[in-house]
RNA sequence: UGGCCCUUCGUCCAACGGCAGGACAGCGGACUUUGGAUCCGUUAAUGGUGGUUCGAAUCCACCAGGGCCAACCA
């Protein structure tokens, strides 16, 4: 599931001096022309190992990745896994997979779990120094003792511990005297300051959990204000990017590396953080859409996780050609799905072959076809303005499929379809004049009738007469049975988050985010491609044969997108 | 009744005291063997009020609107 369908094609984007630069970059760029750090650029992607990685990741893997590339500098990645109740092995391997399918190498492999020694380290030297104390209170009577924004906190009745006291508890608390909850190590700051987080943060908590990869060896965890800065140090970072929403933590943040002693320590930048259209980009929701069932797993073509998006069929170049486009600021930003549906077609357009499949058969006899004959056409792979050569045969037979909305019985002006008494071009075929249909008992139409005009072959006719419309095919004695899964977006609100007061964001779900076409029929070229194998079914979208579920007896496709569709938006009117 | 941050076309991003520009979307047209792509054209914005200045999107003040912070999550 977490298998890369392809090898990852390289971010190999020159650095351009001349384009235009984000304030991240020009802050880089500044830093590094002064040397202030006295180290090279050195940047990280820091995600905890407890889900699957999305679109939003994405964006700053490209930034972090990016950024460090441009700057001759270099990028750690980093698993920021403190928490053992809520993180897997599986997850590392899942996010060590995106990150390479999406076309990057990182430098360093590192993991905090890694520093818990010297972590406990520091935090001896602050309680040494009267920096941190021991605070026995309960949970809940630290968080009442907390305040609120605008009540400053009290301090806990252990804040006054003395350092040797405070010295053993914490010795204890790492022995594994103490149950969870019993005591935690809180630095010692100002129980009144208007930032929250200044506010006695706690540093270490026992968790009498097993870890993924410190198994038993530790029952104190480093939180993520205690961990992440100080991690950012001991691996020499100088540039820590992060979302905005960690803006106050960076006081926390220069307070603990300036504790600690080191010299010329990372500094914390942040920037908004990435916001899709009818999707939700929390890991917590996309966790519980994945647990509850509401979609197939993380790699569910409909989930805005990079597994997910890769099993749909986006490239790597269609993501980092999307966040480029979307830029990067301090402003929240919420971008429209078209935007990001325009970087995929953009790049598929140019890469991928085309093929014709038909989602909804409808019988198409050519009355005037003999009955037995099969031509075999020979059909471009790539349309006139794609610089790619190359071709595919294409059956043609008496009895062909089309598309059951390319039919109409009764149509209207602008229709430029099948219609009686209408001449269509059947695309590099011929030209058809409609002559009839059958319809059954319900008044269905079950068949079409059409006449085709033998100097036509491949579509052009020699009376230079021009058809208005051209519509794709499927030989039906040739046609292989394919299964088309037309996915569509998760929610069916562009803000899935902005919930009516007590309401869900489950409750928001598209209905129709999967619409599966179990009878659909494509041109026998496909048959020997490999699951992964991406097309342009022609007038209807980019496809892919699933990587997961496709088999040669059994063909699956999935949707990535849909075509522009300009007939919709007339049809809408 | 706190602190911090943000506010430029519908959306995203630029303009860093000197002609508000690009992308996506939209609209119109050309072209077209995909109602695709491409090309051309076009609509469309500095939240408000004051102030500083020869000159303000940019600096200052106030107002309004939005966001983040009160997990032993990250």
Redesign the pocket.
């Known amino acids: 599931m977490t298998h890369a369908d392809r090898p990852s094609a390289p971010d190999t984007t020159p650095p351009d001096a001349t384009a235009?630069k984000?304030?991240l970059r020009?802050k880089v760029a500044e830093d590094a022309l002064s040397g202030r750090f006295g180290r090279p650029i050195h940047t990280r992607f820091p995600p905890?190992p407890n889900g699957f990685l999305h679109i939003g990741h994405a964006k700053s893997i490209c930034l972090n990745f990016g950024i460090a590339r441009e700057s001759g500098g270099r990028c750690n990645l980093r698993f920021?896994d403190?928490?053992p109740t809520?993180e897997d092995l599986r997850y590392v391997d899942a996010i060590r997979d995106d990150v390479r399918w999406l076309g990057f190498a990182w430098d360093e492999e590192r993991f905090a779990s890694d520093y818990f020694e010297r972590l406990y380290q520091i935090a001896e030297t602050l309680v040494g120094a009267g920096k941190a104390y021991v605070d026995s209170q309960?949970?809940e009577a630290?968080?009442e003792g907390?305040g609120?924004?605008?009540v400053a906190g009290m301090p806990s009745r252990f804040r006054g511990r003395a350092v040797e006291e405070n010295l053993d508890l914490l010795r204890r608390m790492r022995a594994g005297e103490f149950p969870?909850?019993a005591h935690?190590l809180r630095a010692r700051i100002d129980m009144a300051h208007?930032?929250?987080?200044m506010r006695d943060p706690?540093l270490l908590?026992?968790r009498h959990a097993a870890h993924y990869r410190r198994g038993t060896a530790w029952c104190v965890?480093p939180?993520?204000d205690f961990a992440h800065g100080l991690s950012d140090a001991f691996e020499g970072i100088t540039h820590s990017l992060c979302t905005?929403?960690?803006?106050?933590?960076r006081e926390l943040y220069d307070w603990l590396v300036r504790e600690a002693g080191f010299d010329r320590p990372p500094e914390q930048t942040e920037f908004?953080r990435l916001e899709l259209d009818y999707t939700v980009l929390s890991k917590r929701k996309l966790l519980r859409l994945v647990s509850e069932g509401h979609v197939a797993g993380w790699d569910d073509p409909r989930m805005p996780t990079i597994a997910g998006l890769r099993r749909r069929g986006v490239t790597p170049e269609a993501i980092r050609a999307f966040a480029d486009?979307?830029?990067?600021?301090?402003?929240?930003?919420?971008?429209?799905l078209?935007?990001f549906e325009?970087a995929v077609?953009?790049d598929l357009?140019m890469q991928v072959p085309?093929v014709m499949a038909v989602a909804r058969p409808l019988k198409l006899v050519i009355t005037n076809y003999p009955e037995t004959q099969v031509e075999t056409l020979d059909a471009p792979l790539y349309?006139h303005?794609?610089p790619k050569t190359g071709s595919r045969p294409v059956p043609f037979s008496r009895e062909l499929w089309i598309e059951r909305d390319d039919f109409m019985e009764d149509p209207p002006k602008?229709?430029?379809?099948l219609a009686p008494g209408r001449e269509v071009?059947l695309?590099?075929g011929y030209l058809v004049t409609c002559t009839g249909m059958v319809k059954d008992a319900a008044g269905e139409i079950v068949e079409v009738h059409a006449a085709y005009d033998p100097a036509t072959r491949?579509?052009?006719a020699p009376d230079g007469r021009r058809v208005q419309?051209?519509i794709h095919w499927v030989s039906a004695g040739h046609a292989l049975d394919c299964e088309l899964r037309l996915y569509d977006r998760l929610f069916a609100v562009p803000d899935p988050d902005a919930l009516p007061e007590g309401g869900d964001f489950v409750a928001a779900l598209n209905p129709d985010s999967l619409v599966t076409m179990r009878a659909a029929k494509v041109e026998p070229s496909v048959a020997e491609d490999p699951p992964g194998s991406r097309y342009?079914f022609?007038?209807a979208g980019y496809f892919i044969s699933d990587p997961v579920d496709s088999r040669k007896s059994a063909l699956v496709f999935n949707r990535t997108v849909a075509?522009?569709?300009?007939?919709a938006?007339?049809k809408a009117r």
């Open positions: 235009r984000d304030f020009e905890e920021d403190t928490n809520t309960s949970e630290i968080r907390r609120t924004v605008t969870d909850g935690v208007p930032n929250m987080l706690l908590r026992i965890y939180l993520y905005l929403e960690f803006k106050d933590n908004a486009r979307i830029g990067v600021a301090r402003s929240d930003a919420r971008i429209e078209a935007t325009h077609r953009d357009n085309r349309p303005d794609v602008k229709f430029f379809r071009r695309r590099y491949g579509g052009d419309g051209t342009q022609e007038r075509l522009r569709d300009s007939w938006k007339v």
